[in-house]
């Protein structure tokens, strides 16, 4: 399985693809880790956890993409994204996560997309904008965003 859009490719997170990567080319975060470590429990995990964000252009990784688990019982899944410093303010960002989010609404049990971010996290406030993700609130320091799959 894998995403496509203009410039970008994004592939779901595996072992063996992990297995590709030299350390030196991108940094394997611990949610990647921890990620990996419930799709060997749990292959319904599949899609549900951590992509790679790859640019077409070059072929190299320029972010991880996913979700925070499966639809849960209110058919929503939360949505996070990181792209590293180099590639930042070039709308990879805004690509990766509407492709994603097209993915997530294409699966019956996924009626809504939520995401979070700091309140002065400025270019992930334009991402989720861009997006046309609605604000729905603040717990604590943290913009709630929230997208309704449209029938």
């Known amino acids: 399985m894998e995403l496509q859009t ?8 595996t072992d063996e693809l992990l297995s590709t990567i030299s350390p030196e080319d991108y940094k394997i975060g611990p949610h990647i880790k921890m990620f990996l470590e419930k799709l060997k429990e749990d ?3 599949f899609g549900w956890g951590v992509w790679l964000v790859i640019n077409k252009e070059n072929n190299t990784i320029i972010g991880d993409i996913g979700f925070k688990g499966k639809p849960n019982s209110e058919n ?4 996070g994204y990181g ?8 709308g990879y960002a ?3 996560v509407n492709e994603i989010i097209n993915w997530a609404f294409t699966n019956d049990h996924v009626d809504k ?7 002065d996290n400025i270019p992930s406030i334009k ?3 861009k997006l046309k993700m609605n604000k ?4 604590n320091d943290m913009l709630k965003w929230e997208l309704k799959k449209v029938r």
């Open 6 to 13: 203009e410039r970008l490719k994004i592939v779901p997170c």
């Open 43 to 45: 292959s319904t995990q």
């Open 76 to 79: 929503t899944v939360e949505v």
């Open 83 to 90: 792209i590293i410093p180099s590639a930042q303010n070039k």
């Open 94 to 96: 805004t690509e990766a």
């Open 113 to 119: 997309v939520v995401a979070e971010c700091l309140h």
């Open 127 to 129: 991402v989720l904008e």
């Open 136 to 139: 729905i609130g603040t717990v």
